[in-house]
């Protein structure tokens, strides 16, 4: 018998190592995405998540219109004020966005079955033997981005 006819006579399908493919969730921006959902007319609109811009305190999240501003995640507050001073500041409301994380953790358990929250804007998800239901891996983590 030849030499690869043996390997395979040795071992079926189930003991060779499956591929796995991991998708990585990064909600960019998630606390002002959820402010956003309740108050739409500040759209557009610079916003910072985190406190006053009078506070000591830190910024936990900007939008991408106060990002164009400098502002970034961990900036103190009073530093983001001086970089946009016309930035709608917002305190953040910590309960509400978990029930948002809630949400989107039980649409991505629709992509995988292991799916794994590490913070509340961040997950995991193991999409070995997913690829009949959503695709190659790529095709998957698209069709997961536009899922709303």
């Not at 739409?40 to 305190?57: A, I, M, S, W």
């Not at 978990?98 to 590490?118: H, N, Q, T």
């Amino acid at each position: 018998m030849p030499e690869l006819a043996r390997f395979r006579a040795r071992h079926d399908d189930a003991a060779l190592p499956a591929q796995t493919t991991i998708l990585h969730v990064d909600m960019d921006a998630f606390f002002v995405s959820v402010e956003l959902l309740e108050r739409p007319e500040l759209r557009g609109k610079p916003v910072v998540v985190g406190g006053r811009p009078d506070q000591r305190g830190v910024v936990s999240a900007a939008s991408y219109e106060a990002r164009k501003f400098g502002i970034q995640s961990a900036m103190p507050l009073r530093t983001a004020a001086k970089l946009c001073p016309h930035a709608v500041f917002l305190g953040g409301n910590h309960a509400k966005y978990g029930e948002w994380s809630d949400r989107v953790a039980s649409i991505l358990a629709k992509f995988s079955p292991i799916v794994e929250m590490v913070s509340i804007d961040e997950a995991y998800l193991d999409l070995a033997g997913t690829a009949r239901l959503h695709g190659p891996p790529f095709a998957a983590a698209d069709k997961c981005h536009r899922k709303r």
